[in-house]
């Protein structure tokens, strides 16, 4: 969603609010990337919560980090819950933290290292050919730290011999993963040269980006290797989505033993 309401893609959106007119769920749950609350979007954010108060939803949202509930990856998505009168919903309080906390006792975010360390694979055998990572800049991946872009390579950060310069590519462009942090957002476009990338200066599979997005290793995806990423790349993280059922059902739940 690049354009708000203006853009032609905005179309989901309104189709989306004609099936819940049509049906009334007692709840409904909409998901998108965290930008979609920006300025920018062209109130799109207004139109969702002007849309489900007009329909009679009390609607309320929040952005949350699929690191902050057990998923090995930085993932910023915002939550626009409705709810019909009698119902309330609460957001999930988060399950990890980012450095763990001793005060709620909950363990810190899970690294991409803890998720696909055991699922490591030789270089040549993980890149098919032509589709070496980092492309035509493949053999400058070997200096970039893990947690690093290209940025390392710019005069800036003091580099000896800068191949770009300042903020002059997407950030993701040459980023490697660092096994100690968890991955950056996995994007639905599967790429030689954006992240993220392995630490091994490789691309990473379809079994890893999986575990990076928390699916089981038994889920089946069909499909070319670039569908089965658009799939994964685009889906909310099973983890993520469970905890957001989860107090759906709770607050489904809790009305139903309010009436009898």
Request: with cysteine; charged share 25%.
């Amino acid at each position: 969603m690049t354009h708000g309401t203006d853009d032609d893609s905005f179309q989901t959106v309104i189709e989306y609010f004609r099936v819940v007119e049509c049906y009334m769920p007692k709840m409904f749950v909409f998901e998108n990337v965290h930008t979609f609350a920006a300025k920018r979007q062209k109130g799109a954010l207004d139109y969702v919560l002007q849309k489900g108060k007009e329909l009679g939803y009390d609607v309320k949202f929040q952005v949350l980090n699929s690191a902050d509930y057990g998923v090995p990856q930085k993932r910023q998505r915002i939550f626009i819950v409705g709810c019909l009168p009698g119902y309330e919903f609460n957001f999930p309080l988060p399950t990890h933290h980012k450095n763990g906390s001793v005060e709620s006792q909950l363990p810190a975010w899970k690294t991409a290292g803890e998720a696909i360390m055991d699922l490591d694979v030789d270089e040549h055998d993980a890149n098919l050919p032509g589709h070496f990572a980092g492309g035509k800049d493949h053999h400058l991946l070997y200096d970039i730290p893990p947690g690093d872009n290209y940025l390392f390579y710019t005069e800036k950060r003091g580099h000896n011999d800068p191949k770009f310069k300042w903020r002059s590519r997407y950030w993701s462009f040459l980023l490697k993963l660092s096994p100690d942090l968890p991955s950056w957002t996995i994007q639905a476009r599967r790429s030689n040269n954006m992240g993220p990338l392995h630490w091994r200066n490789r691309l990473l599979t379809i079994a890893e980006v999986k575990r990076l997005q928390s699916f089981p290793d038994s889920y089946v995806l069909a499909g070319s290797i670039e569908n089965q990423w658009r799939q994964i790349g685009n889906a909310v993280p099973p983890l993520f989505a469970e905890c957001i059922a989860k107090e759906v059902t709770q607050s489904l739940t809790r009305k139903e033993n309010n009436v009898k």
